[in-house]
């Protein structure tokens, strides 16, 4: 589903198409993604792989712009997996950087002036080595009418559960705990599935009036801000 898709069937369900209303809903849209990604980290959908070329005598590199955390780097071909050591080991070992070799070890090294997330290779390289690393993906918010999440889509809807869930709790009307019920128990099912591997689910909107028989606990309302 797109992104206008989830946040006007949103805004219909909950009886206010107002312009106002579109721009809360979408803003909760938003955090219900944050958070479902933030709960399902380990998730496929989250995960992706990319390379990078050394330079002799350069120790920092940039990854990819969407790269949230680095799980594990190897040297490509060599099946090599580098270790992951902290900066204070680095500065330990070699405060002043002076052995070049093949790395070994890498580091957390902040960001680039591009915002692109670094880290620090040890020792300093000195030649052209191929690295492979896998990296957790940053959730993007969407913007534009036509994004779509990165949520894999047979689970959009619990974006939609999350919205209502959120614009029932801002005018404290108990109806909030039926869509923060429906959208825990997906985020469930969503973990479930992953772990599984399963693709056998099939969802769809419920309507107003639907009730669950066996309610569960759900996020603290804290956890989302108005």
């Known amino acids: 589903m797109t992104f206008t898709e989830i946040y006007t069937a949103a805004a219909d369900q909950f009886g206010d198409t107002s312009a106002a209303m579109i721009v809360r809903i979408k803003r909760y849209i938003n955090w219900s993604q ?29 990854l990819a712009s969407d790269a949230e955390k680095v799980m594990d780097i190897t ?14 080991d680095l500065d330990n070992l070699d405060p002043a950087r002076t052995a070049t070799g093949t790395p070994y ?25 191929t690295l492979g690393y896998n990296y957790r993906k940053a959730s993007t918010d969407l913007s534009n ?17 999350g919205a209502l869930a959120q614009c029932y709790d801002y005018d404290q009307d108990p109806s909030s705990i039926t869509y923060w019920t429906q959208y825990d128990n997906m985020v469930e099912t969503m973990r479930q599935d992953l772990m599984s591997g399963s693709e056998d689910n099939k969802t769809a909107f419920q309507p107003y009036g639907f009730r669950n028989t066996n309610p569960q606990a759900r996020l603290n309302p804290s956890h989302f801000r108005n």
Do not use: M, N
């Not at 009418?145 to 559960?161: E, F, G, N, R």
């Open 105 to 129: 070890y890498w580091t957390e090294a902040g960001r680039d002036a591009s915002g692109y997330l670094q880290i620090e290779l040890y020792p300093v390289p000195d030649a052209i080595v």
């Open 34 to 62: 944050q958070d479902v990604c933030a709960r399902l980290d380990t998730g496929d959908f989250l995960y992706k792989a990319s390379t990078i070329a050394t330079v002799a005598a350069t120790k920092l590199y940039s």
């Open 75 to 88: 040297i490509s071909g060599a099946k090599w997996l580098l270790d992951h050591v902290t900066r204070e």
């Open 145 to 161: 009418d036509s994004d779509k999440s990165i949520i894999p889509a047979k689970y959009h809807k619990v974006l939609y559960l």
